[in-house]
């Protein structure tokens, strides 16, 4: 593990070498240089000196996505101070919660969170900081209120002529050493805290410098839609970004798919990297339709045209997405299997990836260009993956130091050799491919003990008439579908209609299952399926 580079290094190179570059702009707002961000950095170290803070004492951030927020985190881990990301979308109970549970000292939020959560809930906190402009929300500690007061002249007194590249400063990290705890968003309705050493950052990074650098170089540009609170969008979007000297983009508001699709086409990003939803969207919304046109069928069954009219199609796809992206890297759930083939027999640079939470995030990935189709690529550098009973399970440098405060959950993911157990069933091919089948804990069992994956269900479904969004339940020993149908085609249909387009979804999806995994019903629900951030359905709420 001593061969892993000091993680904020990182941070402090990527400053020096891209000094006068763009590092951080708000989505139609202000931008901060790299050079802006090193001073802000600077500046955010002196409160935390002057307030008490040392090393080793955890700051929480819990706000969207903005360029204060990767400030805020960038600050915390070059003072050697533990960062606790907190989701935004989390309700207010939860985050006082987390900020209780981990013991945080300062609390740093957006505008929203500011007006949601209750001070006298988190009673340990010394101090509450407002994200846009770092003013003080409360005080409870003498130190912070000088500090924060007197910032300004503090800072100019300590670099009286001006602040140089030769004043950056970092906090020399260890491997071993705790970087963040990040609280898990899972689909079980349980939080538990994430202990992350440095040596899982520099990991992460470290990788993506080395197998994406080359395509994506210092200075483009990166569009952070997912929430930085998350590993997948903290380390692959963010760390990863900034680390390469890119020009990040964030969207401080609510990613709204017309948002996320006009952002595209302004910023154009070299990289992105999305979650299922985004992209299935945009391919069932806008490309599946003009597939299914009399015209378009005609074509594509001309072998002479075909491959012409596959690379139109691919071309309008690409520039759907900014027109300028090596890949598309999706993770944090599967991707329909529909969706994954039509990208892929078009020629569109679509790669899966996989990871957790506990591995900061990654464990296999592989290039768009020998991406099987089906596998979220084979481990990652430094991590080894086998499986054990289907389960799969990972170690190496990307692994947790184990849970926050919580032994037992620590014992049951990490056994003696260092294995951690993803609780995720799958297969490996002779090259290392990984294929997710769905998780353990949501195996549902037959009449007669059949291993029934609703996953594998689901996503048949899903590319199905009607349906939005699905998920497979079991009540008693029959297996139920809840289905979120199609918001723009409901008006089109009456009450009756729907029921009959379900019942004849279920038929015609039996005859492709196996006996014991039929559906017995589908129901219609009336309200959008409950999410987390990552947008996996909670799927807890409706067993």
């Not at 929300?137 to 100019?156: C, D, K, P, V, W």
């Not at 930085?228 to 000297?245: P, Q, R, T, V």
């Amino acid at each position: 593990m001593n061969t892993i580079p000091c993680f904020n290094e990182y941070i402090r190179q990527a400053i020096l070498k891209n000094w006068n570059e763009n590092a951080l702009t708000d989505y139609q707002g202000t931008t901060l240089q790299y050079h802006d961000v090193a001073r802000k950095i600077a500046k955010l170290h002196i409160a935390f000196q002057s307030a008490g803070i040392v090393q080793g004492d955890k700051i929480a951030i819990c706000g969207r996505n903005s360029a204060h927020w990767a400030v805020t985190f960038l600050a915390t881990l070059t003072y050697g101070a533990v960062a606790v990301p907190i989701l935004h979308e989390f309700h207010a109970e939860s985050i006082h919660n987390i900020v209780n549970h981990s013991g945080a000292r300062l609390l740093f939020v957006g505008d929203y969170i500011a007006k949601e959560i209750d001070p006298a809930l988190m009673p340990k906190l010394e101090g509450i900081l407002n994200l846009p402009d770092f003013s003080l929300m409360i005080s409870r500690s003498e130190q912070l209120t000088y500090a924060r007061e007197h910032l300004n002249m503090m800072f100019g007194s300590k670099y009286a002529r001006a602040f140089t590249k030769e004043d950056v400063k970092v906090y020399a990290d260890q491997p071993e050493e705790l970087a963040l705890i990040n609280y898990t968003s899972g689909t079980t309705g349980y939080s538990k805290g994430v202990m992350l050493p440095y040596r899982t950052l520099s990991g992460n990074i470290g990788f993506c410098i080395r197998r994406l650098g080359e395509h994506v170089k210092a200075g483009s540009a990166l569009l952070d839609i997912l929430p930085m609170a998350h590993m997948y969008g903290l380390s692959i979007e963010f760390l990863f970004g900034f680390c390469n000297g890119c020009h990040l983009f964030f969207l401080n508001r609510l990613p709204s798919p017309s948002l996320i699709a006009r952002a595209f086409t302004e910023i154009r990003p070299k990289l992105i990297v999305a979650v299922p939803l985004i992209i299935e969207k945009i391919i069932r919304k806008r490309v599946f339709p003009v597939m299914q046109t009399p015209r378009m069928k005609l074509l594509m069954a001309m072998p002479v045209v075909r491959d012409k009219v596959r690379q139109k199609i691919c071309e309008q796809v690409y520039q759907a997405f900014g027109g300028q992206a090596y890949e598309v890297i999706v993770g944090g759930a599967a991707l329909s299997k529909e969706v994954e083939d039509f990208l892929m027999q078009i020629g569109f640079p679509i790669t899966v990836g996989y990871g957790a939470t506990e591995c900061a995030p990654l464990i296999s990935y592989s290039d768009w260009q020998v991406h099987v189709a089906g596998s979220c690529g084979i481990a990652v550098d430094g991590m080894e993956v086998r499986l054990s009973n289907n389960e799969i399970l990972t170690r190496g440098q990307n692994v947790m130091l184990g849970y926050y405060n919580n032994d037992e959950a620590t014992r049951e993911a990490l056994d003696k050799d260092g294995w951690y157990h993803t609780g995720d069933l799958g297969t490996m091919d002779e090259e290392g491919n990984i294929f997710i089948r769905g998780r353990r804990k949501n195996m549902l069992l037959g009449a007669n003990g059949q291993n029934i994956y609703p996953e594998e269900i689901e996503d048949k479904l899903s590319s199905m008439p009607m349906v939005n969004e699905c998920i497979v339940v079991q009540r008693g020993e029959k297996l139920v579908a809840l289905v979120y149908p199609d918001q723009d085609e409901l008006m089109h249909f009456t009450e009756a209609d729907m029921e009959g387009i379900m019942e004849q979804n279920r038929q015609e999806l039996n005859l492709r299952l196996p006996a014991y995994s039929r559906l017995a019903q589908i129901q219609l629900m009336k309200e959008e399926f409950q999410k987390t951030p990552k947008k996996s359905i909670k799927r807890y709420l409706y067993q």
